[in-house]
């Protein structure tokens, strides 16, 4: 189980307690006593919903700290400019693609926490984001099919786009951009999709 779930629970839970402990200083007349459980139970309560967030944010997200493999990806052509993938990611979930283009395209979140949160256990994070298919003219890439496929599960708090959008989560963490690689792909292959803190790397899997 994940520690910002045990630590939400804990915090809720003794922040209802001191919640209902202010309730009743409340009802003896005791307003000290009120004020002072009332506002820390409200604070634990409140870390505990962060806590929570946080969880939530970070599930499909990989711990990085040294080059990986991300995903294994065979992928076939089955047609002028039509593809055949099927994406294998570190956790083991295999989807299969059709893919209209010259290459094969995928790209990643990386968030990256700040010292601050590295004192929670919070570290670099990764997850595959989509995968696609990509021309290399450019004529098609404004006028041709267009295929492209998420590889990770939706949220109901995306700390990625967070990020993007609020500045005052920027003493928390930083996300990176434009973390894609793309290969072009003219006979079956076995391809890695590679992952460090600088970004994304395919190459063939039977390369030394």
């Known amino acids: 189980m994940s520690p910002f779930v045990l630590a939400a629970a804990g915090f809720a839970g003794f922040g209802i307690i001191l919640l209902v402990a202010?309730?009743?200083?409340?009802?003896?007349?005791?307003?000290?006593?009120?004020l002072l459980r009332t506002l820390l139970g409200?604070?634990?309560?409140?870390?505990?919903?962060?806590?929570?967030a946080i969880a939530i944010g970070m599930q499909g997200y990989q711990a990085l700290t040294?080059?990986?493999v991300a995903a294994?990806?065979?992928?076939?052509?089955v047609g002028p400019q039509k593809l055949i993938a099927t994406v294998t990611q570190a956790d083991g979930r295999s989807q299969t693609f059709d893919l209209a283009g010259d290459q094969i395209y995928v790209d990643a979140h990386i968030i990256k926490w700040k010292p601050i949160a590295n004192l929670i256990g919070l570290h670099t994070a990764y997850e595959l984001d989509r995968v696609g298919g990509r021309y290399q003219a450019i004529e098609q890439e404004r006028s041709a099919?267009?295929?492209?496929?998420?590889?990770?599960?939706?949220?109901?708090?995306?700390?990625?786009?967070?990020r993007q959008r609020y500045s005052f989560l920027a003493p928390l963490y930083d996300t990176q951009y434009g973390s894609a690689t793309f290969v072009e792909v003219k006979e079956p292959a076995?391809?890695?999709v590679r992952v460090s803190t600088s970004g994304l790397l395919m190459r063939d899997a039977k390369a030394p």
């Open 190 to 192: 076995e391809l890695e």
């Open 22 to 34: 202010g309730a009743m200083a409340l009802f003896r007349w005791r307003p000290m006593s009120f």
């Open 145 to 162: 099919p267009r295929t492209i496929y998420l590889l990770r599960d939706e949220r109901p708090i995306e700390l990625f786009q967070l």
């Open 42 to 52: 409200l604070l634990l309560v409140s870390l505990g919903l962060l806590s929570s």
């Open 72 to 77: 294994r990806i065979a992928v076939r052509p």
């Open 66 to 68: 040294k080059e990986e």
